[in-house]
């Protein structure tokens, strides 16, 4: 599966931004998709990950109550909606996929990867 992310940007704090993955291949609905991100000098951060079939959804404590996370199988594409923005959210988000036969859902063994997507996020 190639994946390739969108909708990064620069927002205030307290904001909102939209980003989208979409993917191409064949068999999306087999794949966990997941959101990281990662600043200049630091390690790539998990941010959220949603099942195969929509059942189950991860968050980092970061995150918790701000990001939301969907998907739609159809189309194809994830998406992360980001709202009450602070500075330290700024960083190149990436999309990533990780085939699988269970519901499981994981935030590590992603192994197929989009380029990021640049957030920054003004005080």
């Known amino acids: 599966v190639q994946l390739q992310a969108s909708g990064g940007g620069l927002a205030q704090a307290g904001g909102s931004l939209r980003l989208s993955c979409a993917a191409s291949g064949r068999y999306f609905t087999m794949y966990n998709v997941a959101w990281f991100r990662q600043t200049p000098g630091r390690e790539r951060e998990f941010v959220a990950a949603i099942n195969r079939n929509r059942s189950a959804k991860d968050y980092a404590d970061s995150v918790k109550g701000r990001f939301t996370i969907s998907r739609d199988n159809v189309k194809e594409t994830s998406d992360l909606v980001m709202n009450s923005l602070k500075p330290e959210d700024s960083a190149t988000y990436y999309c990533?996929?990780?085939?699988?036969?269970?519901?499981?859902?994981?935030?590590?063994?992603?192994?197929?990867w989009g380029k990021g997507t640049l957030v920054t996020v003004s005080s």
């Open positions: 990533a996929a990780h085939y699988v036969t269970t519901y499981a859902l994981t935030r590590d063994r992603y192994d197929y």
